[in-house]
């Protein structure tokens, strides 16, 4: 039978838990405490709290709300507020002396509650509160870095889409209306703050990344956003400057693996019951992707030195997203239309035109029907035929923008993974 250290009407703690919890605070304390001593030393500002002193005080955490069950309340907030007091003067000492700034005084008030929620048994609270206090800790000099090189521009954006997702979108009608009863505004502004929000992290990774990583990392982050656009981007590059015809290749192959997953993506999000299917076919034609986008950059010689950003220097590009917007809603209708009018083929003929500009809108809108107005399968096939459909259209950018080279790349690399797009399409139908 266990033995019990505290066995109240209210609360009951063993033996055994009681330790783990406490082994727990000291290891967070010892932890922040860590980070705060190292950071010190690095900086050579002395700091009134290091490893003990932030142990100590998680372990007043601890202490006094075991006070609050054994004793009484009131010496929890006793200890609390002198823990504040003690906090209050540490501050007012540093900052008489020029160094103004508490993220050491607010990182012992924050500890000092992480104690006490270890003696309640938040164990996995506690120690993602931890974790994320080291991180944002330990990144000071980086996160210095970061905002040093933010623009006017790009605060204003970033700003533009916190309002759009925190003041906007969630008060927009979570009910379906208009023809077809299939126009959702949650719904819409959900897929406009995916796209816009996909773009913005693409431009920030493009900013604080680096395209001289090499262009492989740039033609995934431009897949992030539109597989297409690096496939102009790039084919246009490759007539400019033919002897990086295959660094062009392989940004645009790698846009295209990065589709792929985006696919898998959206089928997650809006209709999970269409993954058991389309994962082996899927699977197929991303490992074909990603193969020969491997193949093409393991033959790239001397060509990490070029500067391949991507066009444009809009951080937030919203218009744009609205513009998907748009056009999703569009094909949400055509779908809808064609399923209601010319049955499961409509549905497919529809898919193909989609896949013409852009596959996300048309991959988003069948998982949405699904289950609705169409099964499974043809919502599987719609995909895969939207896929199809979007390689032949990159493939017929890079044939007529890009240069001699390009085409001979695009016709191994984009030839295969159209190859095995038709293999998955027999597989997903056999």
């Not at 890009?402 to 997903?428: Q, V």
Request: with cysteine; charged share 10%.
């Amino acid at each position: 039978m266990d033995n019990y250290i505290i066995d109240l009407a209210d609360f009951q703690i063993t033996q055994k838990d009681f330790f783990i919890r406490l082994l727990v605070a000291v290891g967070i304390g010892f932890l922040i405490g860590l980070e705060r001593e190292y950071s010190s030393i690095n900086t050579k500002i002395k700091s009134f709290a290091g490893i003990r002193t932030f142990t100590f005080v998680v372990l007043l955490g601890f202490i006094g709300v075991m006070m609050n069950y054994l004793v009484n309340p009131w010496i929890y907030a006793g200890i609390l507020m002198a823990v504040i007091i003690f906090i209050g003067i540490s501050y007012w000492i540093t900052s008489f002396k020029g160094e103004i700034g508490g993220t050491t005084e607010f990182s012992a008030l924050i500890a000092f509650f992480l104690g006490s929620l270890s003696f309640l048994g938040y164990i996995e609270l506690s120690l993602v509160i931890t974790v994320i206090v080291v991180v944002l800790l330990s990144a000071k000099v980086k996160f210095k870095y970061i905002v040093g090189k933010i623009t006017q521009q790009e605060m204003y954006d970033f700003i533009r889409f916190i309002v759009a997702a925190l003041l906007i979108f969630p008060f927009l009608p979570d009910t379906s209306m208009g023809p077809f009863d299939v126009l959702n505004p949650r719904e819409i502004g959900w897929v406009i703050l995916l796209i816009s929000g996909i773009g913005f992290v693409g431009y920030l990774l493009m900013k604080f990344l680096g395209a001289n990583r090499g262009i492989l990392l740039t033609g995934i982050v431009g897949g992030l956003v539109s597989s297409t656009m690096v496939t102009w981007v790039f084919a246009k590059k490759s007539k400019e400057l033919p002897a990086l015809s295959i660094n062009c290749a392989t940004a645009i192959l790698a846009a295209s693996s990065i589709m792929v997953i985006r696919v898998l993506l959206w089928v997650y999000i809006f209709n999970k019951s269409l993954l058991q299917g389309l994962l082996l076919p899927v699977g197929i034609i991303f490992l074909a992707a990603i193969g020969i986008t491997f193949y093409f950059y393991k033959k790239q010689v001397n060509n990490q030195n070029m500067d391949a950003s991507l066009p444009g220097s809009k951080p937030l590009d919203m218009q744009s997203a609205i513009t998907f917007g748009f056009i999703y809603t569009l094909i949400l209708l055509l779908v809808s239309y064609t399923s209601e009018y010319f049955g499961n083929s409509g549905i497919l003929i529809s898919s193909v035109i989609a896949g013409l500009t852009d596959i996300d809108a048309i991959t988003i809108s069948v998982s949405k029907l699904t289950n609705i107005s169409l099964t499974v399968r043809v919502a599987q096939n719609a995909i895969l035929l939207a896929t199809i459909s979007n390689t032949l259209v990159k493939i017929g950018i890079a044939l007529w923008a890009g240069s001699k080279e390009l085409r001979r790349h695009i016709f191994i690399g984009y030839g295969t993974i159209f190859l095995a797009a038709l293999i998955a399409f027999i597989i997903l139908n056999l």
